[in-house]
């Protein structure tokens, strides 16, 4: 499957702990996004890297929120000290942006990680 | 207020009908205009896509931008049991690496 990876799939942990999540992009593609999707809204754009490096962070993206992505390939989401408000649907996307252009390019999403905080 | 509104549905048709999504937004930057479908517990994956003003056909579904009124629609002609799913506007200005989106309208397709 050449598709866009998110690794677990599911995840239950309880208020107060760590949890990290693992996106593993379309081959090549240089552009990464994270979205956080809660039941009956939309995706919220939390946060894209661009190869490393990290060029936006949404607000909603707090201090307990960080994203790495360290050779440009696959990236992690770690949530520090988890708050019930914390479980949605984690989504990943890629997208393959060609000469430092940055018009459209389709993003590609990943089947999402859904976590619950107990 | 959200940057972009999208009409909640849930949506119920009989198969065969004309399905009409609607959604509104505020930011004027944005020029490209995104339609993902989305089934439950997937991804969303893309299903059209409008630069700036106009009409774009594809098959059954036709996407329309009337950015003077900041307005976008998806019509679906001869809808069928498998269009069923979620359906996310996610418009997104030039200059942005990410697509903003609605909160998804509901539709089923009743046979």
């Known amino acids: 499957d050449t598709g866009v990876s998110q690794d677990p799939r599911h995840k239950i942990t309880k208020r107060g702990q760590n949890v990290t999540f693992r996106c593993d992009p379309i081959?090549?593609?240089?552009?990464l996004y994270w979205y956080r999707q809660t039941l009956g809204q939309g995706p919220e754009f939390l946060t894209y890297f661009q190869n490393e490096a990290q060029l936006e962070k949404s607000r909603l993206l707090s201090d307990r929120f960080s994203a790495e992505r360290p050779k440009g390939s696959f990236s992690t989401l770690e949530i520090q000290r988890t708050e019930q408000g914390d479980s949605a649907m984690y989504l990943c996307?890629?997208?393959?942006?060609?000469?430092?252009?940055?018009?459209?390019?389709?993003?590609?999403f990943g089947p999402g990680t859904r976590l619950t905080v107990l | 207020q959200k940057e972009v509104e999208q009409d909640p549905g849930p949506l119920s048709v009989p198969e065969g009908a004309i399905v009409s999504l609607n959604c509104t937004y505020s930011n004027s930057a944005f020029q490209y205009f995104m339609w993902y479908r989305q089934y439950s517990r997937k991804g969303p994956e893309l299903l059209m896509y409008t630069y700036s003003s106009g009409n774009k056909e594809d098959g059954r579904f036709t996407a329309q931008v009337d950015k003077s009124s900041k307005y976008i629609s998806l019509f679906i002609r001869d809808s069928q049991p498998s269009d069923s799913a979620t359906y996310l506007c996610?418009?997104?200005?030039?200059?942005?690496?990410?697509?903003?989106f609605g909160d998804g309208t509901t539709l089923t397709v009743k046979p």
């Open positions: 081959s090549e593609h240089n552009r």
């Open positions: 996610a418009p997104r200005d030039t200059n942005a690496g990410k697509s903003t």
């Open positions: 996307a890629s997208s393959l942006v060609l000469g430092g252009r940055e018009a459209y390019n389709e993003q590609f």
